[in-house]
Structure formats: C-alpha cells, structure tokens
C-alpha cells in the first residue's frame, strides 16, 4: 500500500515502543470497517466466476495481526490514513454510520442507543483525578464527541472545551473549539478517553496533546483493557485469538502503555486498571494520569 501521511500504510515497526521485533498471524478486517473506509463489501466467489485456481466461497478483506515481542502490543499491521479515519468517523454513529453498521452488525441501531446515554463509572474518574487538581479546573476534552463522558463537567465553575472530528454536536454548557482556539488556551486538565486503541500511530497524538500542555496540566489517558488481553496473560497466545479487526486497531497490555508514555516523554502520576460491569458483562480499563516529563 506504501507510505500515507509520512508513514507506513502496512506496519513494519510497533506503534508504541518502535521496535521491529514483530510477529504476524493473517486475520480479516471487518466488512464495516471495509466498507466505511474503502468501499469494499465481502463477495461469494462460485462457478460463474471462471476462476481457475481459487477455491469458492465468502470472501473478505485480508490483513494480519501484528503483536510486539518487546512491549507486547498487539495491533492491526494496517495504519489508516488521516483521510481514512475521516471517512470512518464523520458523523459517528450518526444515521449513516449506524445504518450501515446494523446491516453487517444486526442488533447495533439497539446496542447503540445505551452507548449515548454515558459511562456508568464517570464518579470513579473524577475520584481518580481530583488528587492532582485544583478546585475550579479549565478542561480539554480531545476525542470527547458529544462530551457525554466528560469529567468534571457538572462543576458549575469549571470550563469545559472539547475538541472531535466527528462533527457531533456537544451537550449541555460545553463549548466546542477547534485545534487552533485551543492550542490558544491553558488547561490544567486534558482528557484523552478512548481514543489511542483508534488511532494509527497514537505518539505521534500524544505530541500534539502535548503540544497543549502547560508544565501543570495534567493528561488523562484511559483506553481499554481488552478481553482478549485481560483473559490471556500469556503474550505468546494472542496471535491465534485475534483473527479480526474493527474500530480499536491497538490492544494494550499495561507493558505495551508504560513503552508509550516513555517514549511519548509523559511521566506517570498515578495508575489504575478499574473494573466495570455493564450490561452484565465484566470490562476493564486503564486509567492514567500523567504530565510532561521534565528535562533531566
């Protein structure tokens, strides 16, 4: 596929600690994800296409899952392009997006209506974070989408700015800015809530948060500790297991987000991996707070 925006468009190095000491098993992109982003639905090849030396049968986008032995990231080989993760997520979960969602994923339109209502472990967030902040905050949001799951939110003192290119609009007395309006402010809190399991190359997203950051602010990072990665402690099984990929196209391990944050230059102010039961099932998260590591 070559380069796109300056970098690989097929992984050849690990996203989180750069290192090439990569192992690969084939897997297949989900057809959502396929044709959200490339216009390719799966095919039934049979007779009528003539073809010679290919078996019949369903066919769908191939790619490979990619697991770092050094960090433990495991992660899709193929890294979309900013023109590609526009196409996936505008209007996210809008009417288009959920049309077509519901037609390759029945029962999503259904699913999807208890993911507008909001996290139900917001209190336990701002717990988390209240320890490193002053009373009365001004907040960044980045990647927040309608600000439904923004902390600190309902502080009547606090300013709440957030910043998505889904074109959702926000909720309630939160302002959102663009890039620019709020590389102009000071924050003494940024959020990045589930956004670097999203993203191609999530360093090269820290650098542009950070960009942002004041010598105080603080950064909180959460993202999610997959099943797949909670229920296998074992590195060296994860390539059998993952044989698809949808949205998130970066599983962390705690050893694959600590190689991250050092070598994205943030130091650790506290970490937790928090529990959450929704609809009956058993989540986990990572949770982080942390800042601009200071020169030696």
């Not at 600000?147 to 609009?169: M, W």
Request: hydrophobic residues 35%.
């Amino acid at each position: 596929m070559g380069k796109t925006d300056g970098y690989d468009h097929v992984a050849s190095h690990c996203v989180c600690c750069g290192g090439a000491n990569l192992q690969r098993s084939p897997a297949v992109l989900m057809p959502f994800i396929a044709h959200r982003i490339y216009q390719w639905e799966p095919v039934l090849i049979d007779e009528s296409w003539g073809l010679q030396t290919i078996s019949g049968g369903h066919a769908y986008s191939l790619c490979h899952s990619l697991l770092c032995l050094d960090c433990h990231l495991l992660f899709l080989d193929i890294r979309f392009s900013n023109a590609e993760i526009s196409r996936l997520y505008k209007d996210y979960r809008g009417l288009e997006y959920t049309e077509l969602r519901d037609r390759y994923e029945p029962g999503y339109k259904t699913r999807t209506e208890g993911l507008t209502q909001g996290i139900n472990y917001l209190d336990a967030v701002e717990t988390f974070l209240a320890p490193h902040l002053p009373k009365t905050i001004a907040v960044l949001d980045w990647g927040g989408d309608t600000g439904v799951n923004t902390p600190f939110k309902h502080g009547d003192a606090n300013s709440i700015d957030l910043y998505d290119i889904s074109g959702a609009e926000t909720t309630g007395r939160i302002r959102k800015v663009s890039r620019q309006t709020a590389a102009q402010n000071r924050y003494d809190l940024i959020v990045c809530s589930n956004v670097l399991e999203h993203v191609p190359y999530p360093k090269d997203l820290l650098a542009d948060i950070q960009s942002m950051m004041q010598v105080s602010t603080v950064l909180y990072l959460e993202v999610p500790r997959e099943n797949l990665i909670r229920d296998n402690p074992d590195p060296s099984t994860l390539l059998r297991k993952k044989r698809h990929w949808h949205e998130h196209v970066n599983f962390f391990s705690e050893r694959a987000l600590m190689a991250l944050l050092r070598s994205a230059g943030l130091s650790v102010l506290s970490f937790k991996i928090q529990d959450i039961f929704s609809e009956g099932k058993l989540h986990s998260q990572f949770m982080i707070a942390c800042t601009a590591a200071k020169p030696a």
